[in-house]
């Protein structure tokens, strides 16, 4: 158990609707980040929230966003949902992330479907 | 953008065999680390490399990151059942985002 839990861990949709994805972080931990896992790309990085603050940005699709709340727990929203939206979303977090030789713990992810 | 190279993209081997794969870029990182996934959970964290050159050790599995910092590889000895699963390994360049290889599935055969 890495300490980082996620909810859902599955998720069937319908395409066009919003989904919301939570995280929460290990205790401590100020830095959270999402990625999607497809069968064909592997992981990829979306984006990472330090303390609150947006600080690094991937290939994520202007129809999804994240924020982290005050208490360090984080949500991803994916709107307009489509088929190739299906994958695994997964948060990990780590003490600051600000720093390279900092380890990012992976929580269990969750499963999107999207029929 | 980076891309790393990860091979082979699966591996089906005998119990007790050894194991190695790699990991190989067009581009230089200053981390190297690999992780392990099993069904249905997240990536852990199995060896991080700071330093080209460095050897590292954590219990039957050996990594090393490359002298051209442009490559790793990891190397699982005496395979279990339980060494199953999909290694991914994944570069840093300082404090940007991690880039993963598309990992390699390990089958291991009692």
């Known amino acids: 158990d890495s300490g980082v839990t996620q909810t859902p861990k599955h998720l069937i949709t319908a395409t066009g609707q919003r989904v919301t994805l939570r995280c929460s972080p290990r205790?401590?931990?100020?830095?959270v980040y999402w990625y999607q896992q497809s069968l064909d790309q592997g992981l990829q990085f979306l984006i990472h929230?330090?303390?609150?603050?947006?600080?690094a940005k991937g290939n994520i699709l202007e129809r999804f966003s994240a924020q982290q709340f005050p208490d360090l727990h984080s949500e991803l929203n994916l709107s307009s949902l489509e088929l190739g939206d299906s994958a695994l979303y997964f948060c990990a977090s780590s003490v600051v992330g600000l720093a390279a030789q900092e380890t990012q713990y992976f929580g269990p992810g969750t499963r999107l479907l999207v029929l | 953008g980076q891309q790393l190279n990860q091979s082979p993209q699966s591996m089906f081997i005998q119990e007790g065999e050894d194991v190695s794969m790699n990991c190989t870029s067009s581009s230089i990182f200053n981390t190297w680390l690999w992780y392990k996934q099993d069904p249905g959970e997240g990536p852990v964290l199995l060896i991080a490399l700071y330093k080209a050159g460095e050897l590292t050790s954590n219990g039957r599995l050996t990594a090393q990151f490359g002298i051209t910092r442009k490559d790793s590889f990891l190397n699982i000895s005496a395979s279990i059942p339980s060494d199953v699963g999909i290694y991914f390994c994944?570069?840093?360049?300082?404090?940007?985002?991690?880039?993963f290889g598309k990992g390699t599935r390990l089958s291991v055969i009692a």
């Open positions: 994944a570069g840093q360049v300082g404090n940007t985002p991690l880039v």
């Open positions: 929230y330090y303390n609150g603050e947006e600080r």
């Open positions: 205790s401590g931990d100020l830095s």
